[in-house]
T-cell receptor, first 111, second 113 residues
Framework: GEDVEQSLFLSVREGDSSVINCTYT??????LYWYKQEPGAGLQLLTY?????DMKQDQRLTVLLNKKDKHLSLRIADTQTGDSAIYFC???????????FGAGTRLFVKA | NAGVTQTPKFRILKIGQSMTLQCTQD?????MYWYRQDPGMGLKLIYY???????DKGEVPNGYNVSRSTTEDFPLRLELAAPSQTSVYFC????????????FGDGTRLSIL
């Protein structure tokens, strides 16, 4: 079946940029999402990108998509301690409503 | 602005007991989903529903049952709880349009002892 992979941990210093990477296998992916999960809470949608886009910017967040390599990244500029959370990459295939989630990347922000 | 509401937030069960995890949404979404999240793992789809009266199995349906009698509610039933069902359970919903993301509840943390 289709798969989404992410590294499990990332540690950065406050004020630095964070880059979280994700790869997926579904060549028919139409939408790719980044969700944030804070402790004890559900997943909150951060941003998403259509598969025909290369980049999307939303305030401190930049999403880059390399469709050829099936690689998605999330860059958080000026990372703050409040950004410490688990970030999930997810993809949805063409014509479908099921979403495949990665295992999540736990971001640690050091003050 | 409730969104997706799950109850209870925490529960401890003994092996062999049964329980129902409740999920309700007030966004008039047709699609609803149940996931489990195990430590260090992604979300695994248990069951999903595309509308009232219609449900289907996901990746890991064994040991669970669902029903969808209304658009708003999508309860998940555990029969004969086993330690392997210790997990965090998330309910989600989405609109019919395929580009719309899923909205999640805050989860139910379930321990089977």
């Amino acid at each position: 079946g289709e798969d989404v992979e992410q590294s499990l941990f990332l540690s950065v210093r406050e004020g630095d940029s964070s880059v979280i990477n994700c790869t997926y296998t579904d060549s028919s992916s139409t939408y790719l999402y980044w969700y944030k999960q804070e402790p004890g809470a559900g997943l909150q949608l951060l941003t998403y990108i259509f598969s025909n886009m290369d980049m999307k910017q939303d305030q401190r967040l930049t999403v880059l998509l390399n469709k050829k390599d099936k690689h998605l990244s999330l860059r958080i500029a000026d990372t703050q301690t409040g950004d410490s959370a688990i970030y999930f990459c997810a993809e949805k295939g063409a014509g479908g409503f099921k979403t495949i989630f990665g295992a999540g990347t736990r971001l640690f922000v050091k003050a | 602005n409730a969104g997706v509401t799950q109850t209870p937030k925490f529960r401890i069960l003994k092996i062999g007991q049964s329980m129902t995890l409740q999920c309700t949404q007030d966004m008039n979404h047709n699609y609803m989903y149940w996931y489990r999240q195990d430590p260090g793992m992604g979300l695994k789809l248990i069951y999903y529903s595309v509308g009232a009266g219609i449900t289907d199995k996901g990746e890991v349906p064994n040991g669970y049952n669902v029903s969808r009698s209304t658009t708003e509610d999508f309860p998940l039933r555990l029969e004969l709880a086993a330690p392997s069902q210790t997990s965090v359970y998330f309910c989600a919903s989405s609109q019919t349009d395929s580009n719309q993301p899923q909205h999640f509840g805050d989860g139910t943390r379930l321990s089977i002892l």
